[in-house]
């Protein structure tokens, strides 16, 4: 997993901004979303925790609160433009009591 940071215009100068390159076949591990999070599939393709794929153009939004993990699928890496608000928890997940 490769990350690019770079600064964002105004309407997310707060956020973490960056590129995000993920080997295909690569498991990306399980975290949890403080902020928000905006992907948008720059090349490949990301196969979500509930099966649902996206694709090159598509755009994956997470709540806050919200958690996952992901895999980069098919022969390309994943390129990912992400928007962060807040950061990430690679804490694990609660167990259900």
Not at 11 to 17: G, I, S, Y
Request: proline content about 6%; overall charge negative.
């Amino acid at each position: 997993v490769e990350l690019l940071h770079f600064a964002g215009g105004p309407a997310v100068a707060t956020a973490d901004c960056g590129l995000v390159r993920i080997e295909a076949g690569t498991q990306f591990p399980y975290h949890t979303h403080i902020g928000t999070e905006t992907a948008l599939i720059l090349a490949g393709c990301l196969e979500d925790h509930d099966g649902q794929v996206y694709y090159p153009g598509d755009v994956s939004f997470m709540e806050p609160g919200s958690g996952h993990t992901f895999k980069a699928i098919g022969d390309d890496d994943l390129l990912l433009a992400v928007v962060i608000n807040e950061g990430l928890s690679f804490a694990p997940p609660e167990k259900a009591r």
